[in-house]
């Protein structure tokens, strides 16, 4: 099977028809207006990503013009029928107009609504001088751990909907930032604080070894194993 549509480039007709849907459904963030909003002219089609979405599905990226609100960018679900102007068009159900940031995986470890108050390469300078994102990377594991914990403690096993997401989290993070953390304990740059987080990080992942493989997630013992690989020249 393959998609029905592809993404849409909006014309300025089209994104007028846009427009006056939002103010019909009366389609805005809190604080804003339908009013102040202009249209990303480009629609992408959702029908096949999700699969409870429906098939003539696109997204429409909402700018907010207000002052205060401009980096608070939403979307608006609308029907293929409806952004080509065809009568009858099929009306799909008015989705809730959340914050873009909302939908990233990383929106809940930034300091802001609309993303984090420090860019560049001074995002995690810390103002002690100590190793910079050293703490950001502590709270990561943690949480994840957590939320697998709670994904345990809700009775889903391997082959629910929202493994595959705690794979990728946990996997990355003790691929990545994990060994950053072990690099700096071994040199003798993570203060005391840290070193305690860290610690308790190892212990609650070893003690939750068990529902780690029940629910064929990474581990701290896999970690500790370099792979083996298909061809010898690769080990």
């Known amino acids: 099977m393959y998609p029905l549509y592809q ?8 994104q007028q028809i846009v427009l006056d849907y939002i103010r019909e459904v009366d389609f805005h963030i809190p604080g804003t207006s339908p009013e102040d909003y202009t249209v ?21 990226g909402l700018i907010c013009t207000k002052p205060g609100y401009e980096k608070h960018h939403t979307f608006i679900r609308m029907s293929r029928g409806q952004l080509l102007a065809q009568a009858e068009a099929p009306r799909l159900p008015v989705n809730e107009p959340v914050l ?5 995986r990383m929106q809940r470890w ?3 609504p609309t993303g984090p108050v ?7 300078t810390e103002a002690d001088g100590s190793v910079p994102g050293v703490d950001h990377d502590l709270t990561e594991l943690h949480d994840v751990l957590a939320d697998i914990e709670a994904f345990a403690a809700a009775g889903r096993t391997a082959t629910c909907e929202g493994q595959f997401d705690l794979a990728v989290d946990f996997g990355t ?10 690099y700096y304990e071994e040199e003798g740059q993570l203060k005391p604080d840290q070193l305690d987080r860290l ?25 500790a194993t370099p792979e083996r690989r298909r061809h010898p020249q690769h080990n």
């Open 40 to 60: 990303v002219p480009l629609a992408k089609y959702v029908g096949w990503n999700f699969k409870s979405e429906d098939l003539e599905a696109y997204a429409v």
């Open 110 to 112: 930034r300091d802001s």
């Open 7 to 14: 993404d849409m480039m909006l014309t300025e007709e089209q």
């Open 100 to 104: 873009a940031n909302e939908v990233l």
């Open 173 to 182: 993070l003790l691929a990545g930032r994990y060994p950053r953390l072990k």
């Open 118 to 124: 420090r860019t560049g390469i001074e995002s995690y």
């Open 199 to 223: 610690k308790r990080f190892e212990d609650k992942a070893t003690e939750m070894e068990e529902t780690l493989e029940r629910l064929n997630l990474p581990n701290l013992k896999r970690v």
